[in-house]
């Protein structure tokens, strides 16, 4: 990092930060790079954020992390009878990953995916879900919590309401949902409900018609309010997914106060820009009150370490990747 990175990670103090393929070169780079970060922040209780759910969106591929296959290659086993054993395979993958994770630093990985795909939506969802039924999804997706926080990393369900409905990719446009608020409380929203207890989640930048017509999930304290606190029940942690997305409009200081006025606990903004960083900051307070409390529980998560069986869950893992057929193309 640069002196002035450091300056700035000094003086904001952040609750955590987000690595891409970008900031990931060698392992021991990785390393350092992590412990800079925490000494310039000073201290350890900080999150250090990745996307590693495998397939399309792992930012660690080898040989710098292990090879996954997408969340699809589960479902497919869930789909083809054998639902214990698609459960018991992923949250074995996700134990090795967290168990790679750890060792690099690393805390926090936003996954699972919790979203619905259906017919005609955008493709940016697409293989990364696991599974087009609520009750699939919910198995499989508790499964990758529970690999995730034996071994000591700290997931974050999302998109929560529910990306799975979005006919544009919200990386690059604002997508609107017209789906009645009973079909959407029946599919999209019951996953995150039936995992409302996971400490971490991210909301999507997507128009729910039903409930706001105005304004995305992350910047609608309506949406915020009706629904992620209460019809879902989520007191967990709340972050905005990348305020750097183009689904959102304004500075990036107006982006950053529109998700907290919002509801949200944290402003996630990922394209390393300092100029932009040093305006996001500006526009969030000290984490306090809820939002505080929601982050201790989070934390908590990382005082994990379970043991576990290194070479059963290799094993499980090599034969999902076996009869996986890959897409290369990364989100």
């Known amino acids: 990092m640069t002196d002035a990175e450091m300056c700035f990670l000094a003086a904001t103090r952040p609750l955590g930060i987000i690595l891409f393929a970008r900031n990931c070169e060698t392992h021991d780079q990785i390393r350092r790079l992590v412990a800079n970060a925490l ?5 350890d209780e900080t999150l250090v954020l990745i996307d590693q759910e495998g397939g399309r969106v792992q930012r660690l591929r080898p040989p710098l992390g292990r090879d996954l296959p997408p969340a699809a290659a589960y479902a497919a086993r869930y789909e083809a009878g054998d639902c214990d054993g698609a459960c018991a395979a992923v949250e074995a993958a996700s134990r090795l990953v967290a168990r790679d994770l750890r060792d690099l630093g690393i805390n926090t990985n936003c996954t699972p995916v919790l979203d619905l795909p259906v017919q005609g939506a955008h493709a940016i969802i697409g293989d990364r879900a696991f599974g087009t039924t609520v009750e699939q999804v919910v198995r499989l997706g508790r499964a990758v919590a529970t690999g995730f926080m034996s071994g000591g990393v700290l997931p974050v369900i999302k998109h929560i309401p529910g990306h799975g409905r979005a006919t544009k990719d919200s990386h690059l446009d ?14 999209d929203f019951a996953p995150f409900k039936a995992l409302a207890d996971i400490p971490a989640a991210m909301s999507a930048h997507v128009v729910f018609t039903a409930v706001d017509p105005d304004a995305p999930a992350s910047t609608s304290a309506k949406v915020t309010a009706d629904v992620i606190r209460g019809e879902i029940g989520y007191d967990g942690l709340l972050m905005s997914d990348d305020l750097g997305m183009h689904a959102l409009k304004g500075t990036m200081r107006k982006r950053a106060e529109a998700v907290i006025q919002a509801g949200s606990d944290v402003a996630l903004h990922c394209s390393g820009n300092l100029a932009e960083m040093e305006e996001a900051s500006a526009g969030v307070p000290d984490l306090a009150g809820n939002a505080l409390r929601r982050a201790q529980s989070a934390l908590a998560v990382l005082k994990n370490q379970e043991e576990f ?23």
């Not at 069986?309 to 989100?331: F, K, M, N, P």
């Open 309 to 331: 069986d290194i070479a059963a869950a290799e094993y499980q893992l090599a034969e999902v990747l076996t009869g996986h057929t890959r897409r290369s193309e990364s989100v």
């Open 174 to 187: 604002l997508p609107v949902v017209d789906t009645p608020r009973a079909e959407l409380s029946r599919t």
């Open 39 to 43: 000494e310039a922040i000073g201290t």
